[in-house]
């Protein structure tokens, strides 16, 4: 069966300074992986996922099949990115959607 | 286009009731997906329909379940409701089974007292 492991809960982070929010799965085929996020008062919403190997809003995440890892990154922490994020793994085509128990990021000013 | 609309949007039950959670999906889309949502486990996957068929189930009790219209329209049943099935229960729709990109709806929150 799929996991999703988000190891933190919390990450707190200074504008300007970077942002590396963990994600780790075990499935022993080939996932697809997701980014969703949460804004304060929003409805979760796709944020990137690793196929497109796009960057959204600063954002970018590299999937390491090596280290089973989908770890999302940002250079430089806008106060606008504090929000809860849920990395996600899909197992096929036809499977659900798992999702990781989620990281708060909280960037001060 | 209008997003994924579910309601009510707040509800207080008391233990032992029944409720019922509706979903209507983005227009056009054919899946539909629930999730409880709690602080303390995320997002934990109810189940999901595809023109009207339960195509995947998740690791809950038979006390949830679901059901799927033509109109793709999804209703969630809880019964003999427990003080821990308080939670956020998130719908989701995509444009047919297995499409990658999930649309969230703004979830109902629901109470047990």
């Known amino acids: 069966a799929q996991r999703v492991t988000q190891p933190e809960k919390l990450l707190s982070v200074f504008k300007g300074a970077p942002v590396e929010l963990k994600c780790n799965y075990s499935?022993?085929?080939?996932?697809?992986l997701f980014w969703y996020v949460q804004y304060s008062r929003q409805r979760l919403q796709l944020l990137l996922r690793h196929i497109s190997r796009e960057s959204i809003k600063g954002f970018t995440a590299d999937l390491n099949k090596g280290e089973t890892s989908f770890h999302l990154k940002k250079p430089f922490a806008q106060e606008e990115d504090s929000a809860m994020y849920y990395c996600a793994l899909k197992a096929g085509a036809n499977s659900k959607l798992t999702f990781g128990k989620g990281i708060t990021l909280s960037v001060r000013p | 286009k209008a997003g994924v609309t579910q309601t009510p949007r707040y509800l207080i039950k008391t233990r032992g009731q029944q409720v019922t959670l509706s979903c209507s999906p983005i227009s056009g889309h054919r899946s539909v997906s629930w999730y409880q949502q709690t602080p303390g486990q995320g997002l934990q996957f109810l189940f999901e329909?595809?023109?009207?068929?339960?195509?995947n189930k998740g690791n809950f009790p038979g006390r949830f379940s679901g059901r799927q219209f033509s109109n793709s329209r999804s209703e969630m049943n809880v019964s003999t409701l427990e003080l821990g099935d308080s939670a956020l229960y998130l719908c989701a729709s995509s444009f047919v089974q297995g499409y990658t990109e999930a649309f969230f709806g703004q979830g109902t929150r629901l109470t047990v007292v």
């Open positions: 329909y595809f023109s009207e068929t339960q195509r």
């Open positions: 499935y022993s085929g080939s996932p697809e």
